[in-house]
């Protein structure tokens, strides 16, 4: 579908739950599907692709190298995806509160940068391999936001270190946050697979 601004896959669940699955570099919005399922097998899912193309791998935002953002682009499309996620809400009959995002590297990102730009448009979610995406020059008010966090202790791509002030950043603007680092590189594992479901299931 193209409709709303965004190419993307809606699939309606049995439950009021929307999982909002955002893809890392190089996926598309069919890369989570296999993981909402997992996370939630009752939940209708959303996922979007990211519109920007690095030679050939959908991203959600441009980057000028590897960990370096061209913040004026994700401004743009951090704008442009909560717009995504507001239409949406209207346009298939969601619950916004009722909204859990799972965001994976590339996007976790922007669900970070949607979190410090747009702080009413998602109210959970689960940052697995995510970074600072920008220093904002006020934190918003994440009051009653949950947050939970996955990084991993050998990932090439994003520093512990990053994702740590990440959680802080987060949770200094009021997001209840949980972060967990896992003996992992960038690929998520199956022990916080496990662990991400709990905290889904026990919300
Ligand atoms: C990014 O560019 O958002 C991060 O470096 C993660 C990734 O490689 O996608």
């Known amino acids: 579908m193209t409709e709303l601004g965004f190419v993307h896959q809606f699939i309606p669940g049995s439950s009021e739950r929307t999982l909002l699955m955002l893809h890392g570099t190089g996926g598309d919005e069919e890369q989570l599907i296999p993981l909402a399922r997992e996370l939630d097998p ?36 951090t704008d442009a995806l909560a717009e995504f996620v507001r239409q949406a809400v209207h346009h298939y009959g969601l619950d916004l509160g009722k909204i859990v995002t799972v965001g994976y590297s590339n996007g976790a990102n922007i669900a970070a940068s949607i979190l410090l730009r747009h702080p009413d448009v998602l109210r959970t ?79």
């Open 125 to 203: 979610a689960m940052l697995l391999r995510a970074m600072v995406p920008f220093q904002p020059e006020e934190l918003p008010d994440l009051g009653g936001v949950e947050i939970w966090i996955a990084g991993g202790n050998q990932d090439p791509l994003i520093p512990r270190l990053n994702t740590e002030r990440l959680a802080e950043m987060l949770s200094e603007a009021g997001a209840e946050v949980t972060a967990h680092f896992f003996e992992a590189g960038h690929a998520l594992t199956n022990t916080e697979l496990v662990l991400a479901k709990r905290w889904l299931d026990a919300l």
């Open 42 to 77: 009752g939940a209708a899912i959303l996922s979007p692709r990211g519109k920007i193309s690095e030679n050939g791998s959908a991203r959600f935002f441009r980057r000028l190298a590897e960990g370096v953002f061209d913040l004026e682009d994700l401004r743009v499309q």
